[in-house]
């Protein structure tokens, strides 16, 4: 499956971005639905992830009642919606699809271009 990551951008300190992620493909809905980050000169790493039809989420605890994934299979689209967000939330930020609910990106096959999320202090 085909990722287009897009909704980055330059945010202040407590401010909110949505960022989405389409995926190609009349396969979506088989596909478990992740989102990762990484930090300049840090390694990727997991943000939250998105279950098939009927299974919930999970999230990293740095994120956990901040962001909130979602996902509308109508439309083949995955969003992850960060408020409260801090400067330590910088990083470009990429989805990626799985047949598995993993947080480790390795179990992740597909893989969007990443955008940039920039939070000011």
Do not use: H
């Not at 990626?96 to 271009?113: I, K």
Request: charged share 20%; hydrophobic share 35%; glycine share 12%.
């Amino acid at each position: 499956v085909q990722l287009q990551a897009f909704g980055g951008g330059l945010v202040a300190a407590g401010g909110s971005l949505r960022l989405s992620c389409v995926a190609s493909g009349r396969t979506f809905n088989s596909y478990v639905m992740g989102w990762f980050r990484q930090a300049p000169g840090s390694e990727r790493e997991f943000v939250a992830y998105m279950g098939k039809i009927g299974a919930g989420p999970k999230y990293a605890d740095f994120v956990k009642g901040r962001f909130t994934i979602s996902r509308d299979n109508a439309k083949n689209t995955v969003y992850l919606q960060m408020n409260s967000l801090k400067p330590e939330d910088t990083a470009v930020y990429s989805c990626a699809a799985s047949r598995f609910r993993s947080s480790s990106p390795d179990d992740y096959r597909d893989w969007g271009q990443g955008t940039q999320v920039t939070v000011s202090s």
